[in-house]
Every structure is written in structure tokens, then in C-alpha cells.
């Protein structure tokens, strides 16, 4: 039964849940907020979807017209290499960012009258994005859940599980991670110098076909 919606980037975790619960997902939902990589990711995410038969929808949030500030939007500054842990990588918070496409995701799910929103967020993001740690996802959920006249609830399978982790599963389950986009510069090749492009090359050693610039 086809019940569930999927926050999907065309990112390496989103990816590996698309494979994971593609009998599952009812519709994938692509936001397009107005990062500098949103371009690249929503070339991923369709091809991918229309591989495995998902039915694909792109969302438009102006969150920079909203006012809302990171170096991950158009509107800000350089983005900043280097390592999550590092405290520059902050920088790259889009406030509340997960808050605000959960929320959409939860109308578009009762208007399809879906059980389950599926959100990619993992243990690798908590140092610097507070809306993909355990207790946001528990307390979302049951708001969620409560506002909703089917009491749709958030899964999020991958919270304590690593970036790495997540590779190892996809890999299991054959996911082409060359097929997945992950850079925050939003060229054509991966810059192979952000935070998450580190992330990227950590996760998937051994078996990594990204092309680095």
C-alpha cells in the first residue's frame, strides 16, 4: 500500500530510503527553497524517481524572501569548507528548515490521506542542525500527529544511525550513489571541500564513484 511521503533532495540518505520504501511511497517530494545546490539535487531526485516507478513532486518555498538567513541560500555568503565539527559549518543552518517542509509535507500527506512522512536526518547531522536530532523528530511527530485528522506520524529511520551506516545499506541494497547529489557549492562536480562533500567521501570509502572538482 502506497501510504507514505518522502522529503526527498536526490541526497545520498533520501536516495537510499527512495530504494528502501519505493512500494511504499505514495509521492516524493522535492523542495526547492532556494539553495545554491537545489538545481543539481532536483536532477538526481527525478531521475531516480522515475527509475523505481515514485511519483515525483516539486515543491517552491521562498524561504530567502522569507527573510531567512544561511550560507547555504543564494542569498548568502561563501560557503564554508571544511569539517561538520567545525564551527564555521553553523553557518550552513537554514532555520528550522526541516520544521517548515515536515509541516507542508503533514497537508500534503492528509490531503492524500498518507499514514507517514519519511525523513532522511542522521546521527552525523545533530552537531550543527538541531532539527534533525532525536527529541525535534519525537516532538514534531506528535505534533504532527495530533494536528492531523488521520494522525500521520514522522519516520525517521536513520536518527542514530551514521552517514556511513546509511552508505553500508544502500550499497546492500544496490543504490548507484553516483546517481545522488550532495554538494553544497551546486556545480556539476562535487567541490570535494564542504562539510558535506567530507561527509560524502567518509561514508562512502571503498566504494566511491563521485567525481571530485
Do not use: W
Amino acid at each position: 500500500m502506497r501510504d507514505k511521503i518522502l522529503l526527498y533532495s536526490g541526497g545520498m540518505d533520501s536516495t537510499v530510503l527512495l530504494h528502501q520504501y519505493s512500494d511504499s511511497i505514495r509521492l516524493a517530494v522535492c523542495f526547492q527553497y532556494g539553495s545554491k545546490h537545489n538545481h543539481q539535487e532536483k536532477k538526481y531526485a527525478e531521475l531516480n524517481c522515475k527509475k523505481l516507478g515514485v511519483e515525483f513532486k516539486v515543491v517552491n518555498i521562498d524561504l530567502v524572501g522569507m527573510g531567512l538567513e544561511s550560507s547555504l541560500l543564494t542569498s548568502g555568503d561563501k560557503i564554508p569548507h571544511g569539517h561538520y565539527t567545525h564551527k564555521s559549518m553553523i553557518s550552513t543552518v537554514v532555520p528550522f528548515r526541516n520544521g517548515i517542509m515536515l509541516s507542508i509535507a503533514a497537508g500534503i500527506a492528509e490531503t492524500l490521506n498518507c499514514k507517514s512522512i519519511l525523513i532522511s536526518n542522521h546521527a552525523g547531522d545533530h552537531a550543527i542542525y538541531p532539527d534533525c536530532r532525536e527529541g525535534f523528530i519525537s516532538a514534531i511527530s506528535s505534533a504532527i500527529s495530533n494536528g492531523t485528522y488521520n494522525n500521520i506520524n514522522v519516520m525517521a529511520p536513520f536518527t542514530n544511525d551514521t552517514k556511513r551506516d546509511v552508505a553500508i545499506i544502500g550499497k546492500g541494497i544496490g543504490v548507484d550513489f553516483s546517481n545522488t547529489y550532495s554538494c553544497y557549492e551546486g556545480m556539476e562536480s562535487h567541490c570535494g571541500k564542504c562539510g558535506t562533500c567530507i561527509e560524502r567521501k567518509e561514508a562512502l570509502e571503498g566504494f566511491d564513484d563521485t567525481v571530485y572538482a
